[in-house]
């Protein structure tokens, strides 16, 4: 197949140990997505393979990342430009697969950059990746040293963020860890779909990582409250919630 002369961006992002790996790898099975291939960088994560936004070890720290002011990268900031697009395209090109119509990009510091990459990729679209946050807490221990309550606190103050940041997103959906493990054929679908594109067959069932962490560190009362719209409960206890998914085509969004 001839590589078309345009492909569109899918960034995925989420806070570390969320899943966020796992649905790009997914994604990438489709014929039409790209993925960043054999790139020597931890996940194949672009942010690793650009000179456009510096990443240095104080950048994209597991744990702190996504509540520093300095990371939440959105219009007219000093990154808003042409040039910047354009050093990003080239930078990535080489690690791309070819052939689709789409080109998946995960980096967790996607999160806080939607925004950002809205105004440099005006198609471009968005999936936004949750996990309970107990759990979360639990698998990100080992790279942190904050505590688990700390953490807690961490991802409901990033998920909060990323949910204000998508009044302003024009095409974006939310993939919570726990539904994409128990149905992955019909979540990587409404991915597809939220992207014009036909599903095709997932070939294996997941583990559901969370089984790791019973016992972990429970929200408090107060934690909890934030987290209920999430469907997230103490115990990891994830209780239905209702889609999320913004499209400005309703055909999209209803198919998503």
């Not at 080992?142 to 024009?170: F, G, N, Q």
């Not at 994409?180 to 990582?209: H, K, M, N, T």
Request: proline share 7%.
């Amino acid at each position: 197949m001839t590589a078309p002369d345009f492909r569109r961006y899918l960034f995925v992002g989420g806070l570390h140990r969320t899943g966020t790996s796992l649905i790009a790898r997914l994604l990438a099975d489709h014929p039409e997505i790209d993925a960043i291939t054999d790139a020597p960088v931890p996940e194949n994560e672009g942010v690793f393979l650009q000179g456009a936004i510096p990443h240095t070890a104080r950048h994209g720290v597991p744990g702190h990342f996504a509540t520093d002011p300095a990371q939440h990268l959105v219009e007219q900031s000093r990154y808003d430009s042409l040039e910047t697009r354009r050093r990003l395209e080239h930078d990535w090109d080489p690690w791309f697969s070819e052939g689709g119509s789409w080109r998946v990009e995960k980096s967790p510091v996607n999160l806080t950059r939607m925004r950002l990459y809205q105004q440099l990729f005006p198609l471009s679209q968005y999936v936004v990746v949750l996990r309970h946050p107990e759990a979360m807490a639990a698998a990100l221990a080992k790279w942190t040293d904050r505590p688990a309550s700390d953490l807690v606190d961490y991802a409901l103050s990033a998920y909060e963020l990323a949910y204000r940041d998508l009044e302003y997103i024009h095409a974006a959906m939310v993939v919570r860890y726990e539904d994409l493990v128990a149905d992955p054929q019909g979540w990587i679908g409404s991915v597809a779909r939220f992207c014009g594109l036909d599903p095709v067959e997932v070939g294996a069932s997941l583990y559901d990582g969370n089984r790791h962490y019973a016992g972990a560190t429970k929200m408090t009362g107060e934690q909890a409250a934030r987290a209920g719209c999430y469907g997230y409960a103490p115990g990891l206890k994830v209780t239905p919630v209702a889609p999320r998914v913004q499209h400005p085509l309703r055909s999209i969004r209803d198919a998503a």
